[in-house]
Structure formats: C-alpha cells, structure tokens
C-alpha cells in the first residue's frame, strides 16, 4: 500500500504562483512514478506532470509547459509541484498519484485525497 497526502492549495490571483506537496509513505513506493493530475468540474480527470522516483525523469501536458515543474525529495519521500504563471483554466482540484509511467489516471492505483487551486482572474 502506499499512502499520498496533498497540501498547498489554495486562492491565488491570475499570474501568481503556487506550490503543491504530496507527501508519500509505505513500503514499496519507490518503485511507482509520481503523477499530478487535476480536475475541473464537470470535466475530466486530466494528467499534468508525472516524475520518476529512480530517475527523475519527467513529463509534463503541453498547456503547463515552462509554467509547472514537477520534482521529488528523496529524504522527505515528498513531491512537489511548482505552479507559477497560474491562469484561470488551472483552477481545478489536484491530486497526487502513484503508479505507472503513463499520462492516463487508470494506470495509477494510488491516490490522494486532493487539493483545490482557485485562480481568480
């Protein structure tokens, strides 16, 4: 089992900035790659960024590309997603995942309970 726990979101106004924490605990959560991924009402559930605990590879959607930056640290098992140049369309709930190397919410069977980023333009 792994167990993810989200925080930082918030309100913030149009251009400004954001920082979200996942902190992950269990036994074999390493193996996993971490995802953010978000959710607007009425839509759905939408990859952001994913990051490789061994590697540190990431990848991110083309719409948070050089906005968002994803990144893990190792001693405090936690992750972290940069959000600066926030825009109103970002306005969703975020949730932190663990699972596959994949952009689609099936291939991660861990979840958190989500954070909720509001942008007022």
């Known amino acids: 089992q792994v167990q993810l726990v989200e925080s930082g979101g918030g309100l913030v106004q149009a251009g400004g900035s954001l920082r979200l924490s996942c902190a992950v605990s269990g036994r074999t959560f390493s193996r996993y790659a971490m995802g953010w991924f978000r959710q607007a009402p009425g839509k759905e559930r939408e990859f952001v960024a994913a990051i490789s605990w061994i590697s540190g590879s990431t990848a991110y959607v083309d719409s948070v590309k050089g906005r968002f930056t994803i990144s893990r640290d190792n001693a405090q098992n936690t992750v972290y997603l940069q959000m600066n140049s926030l825009k109103p369309e970002d306005a969703a709930v975020y949730y932190c995942?663990?699972?596959?190397?994949?952009?689609?919410?099936?291939?991660?069977?861990?979840w958190g309970q989500g954070t909720q980023v509001t942008v007022s333009s």
């Open positions: 995942a663990a699972g596959a190397w994949q952009r689609s919410p099936s291939g991660y069977p861990y």
